[in-house]
């Protein structure tokens, strides 16, 4: 398991992929999104999403790439299912929480073939959907930085 990609923006999506990221208890630096209310702050930190589900979505003929959902980390390798809200994710020297399932919005339609972003919708594609993470210990991420999950149940 591993960090495929590292994706920031300056708001809005598509995320643009970067070499190396500083990972702060805020969010990512350089990192910006446009609505806060929806998006960032210390419980939705950082977006993760899965390469081998954008490559799965590629499949169904949606024209999806990391960093166009709005992840700022694309993950290799990763058993999605294990990607639930309590788990631990250490990557690099950064340690991540998940704390929830992020609701797609509108501007996800045009990476869509037919406009329904909600395929990536917990409620609607169960474990299809992209995470937030706060962050329990800051630190660089780095493209290729190997990633650890430990389960919601095992201690820190």
């Not at 994710?89 to 797609?104: D, I, Q």
């Not at 395929?119 to 937030?132: D, F, I, N, T």
């Amino acid at each position: 398991m591993k960090i495929h990609s590292l994706n920031l923006s300056n708001g809005g999506v598509p995320k643009l992929p970067v070499a190396t990221c500083e990972v702060r208890t805020n969010g990512i630096a350089g990192d910006r999104q446009r609505d806060r209310r929806f998006h960032g702050g210390p419980q939705r930190a950082v977006s993760l999403y899965s390469l081998e589900r954008l490559d799965a979505l590629r499949a169904e003929g949606h024209p999806v790439a990391p960093g166009a959902l709005g992840e700022n980390v694309t993950l290799a390798g990763v058993d999605w299912s294990r990607m639930t809200p309590g788990a631990v994710l250490e990557a690099g020297a950064v340690l991540l929480e998940l704390t929830s399932y992020a609701a797609p919005c509108a501007n996800l339609r045009p990476y869509f073939s037919d406009g329904r972003f909600a395929r990536v919708a917990e409620k609607q594609h169960p474990g299809w959907s992209r995470l937030y993470a706060r962050v329990l210990r800051p630190g660089t991420l780095t493209v290729g930085d190997t990633v650890e999950i430990r389960p919601a149940t095992q201690a820190r």
